[in-house]
């Protein structure tokens, strides 16, 4: 069963959790959202998943990246051209 459950923090920052007959629990935090589950392949799975995607995600951004690149017909620049680009650019704005 998946879902969202809601619960209150109290003061000191703890939260109960609707487990019962368990223990211990194991955590992972993701940036602002904690995971918690008493099955640690669970959380690893999760963890896979975000992984994954994180991963899925940059891959799309650098084609885009490399699209637009191409597009504009910057590919065929050199990498010495544009450090000389940029020196020129240096040179014109302390001058």
Do not use: C, H, T
């Not at 209150?8 to 019962?20: A, C, E, I, N, Q």
């Not at 602002?32 to 640690?40: D, F, G, K, N």
């Not at 490399?66 to 597009?71: E, G």
């Not at 504009?72 to 240096?90: H, N, T, W």
């Amino acid at each position: 069963m998946s879902g969202i459950i809601k619960r209150k923090v109290d003061s000191k920052g703890r939260v109960v959790l609707p487990f019962k007959d368990v223990r211990e629990v194991l955590i992972a935090k993701l940036g602002r959202v904690i995971i918690a589950s008493p099955e640690r392949k669970e959380i690893e799975k999760i963890l896979q998943a975000v992984d994954e995607y994180n991963k899925r995600r940059k891959l799309e951004a650098i084609e885009k990246w490399f699209k637009l690149v191409d597009k504009a017909g910057l590919s065929s620049i050199k990498e010495s051209e544009i450090r000389d680009l940029i020196k020129k650019g240096m040179l014109r704005d302390i001058a």
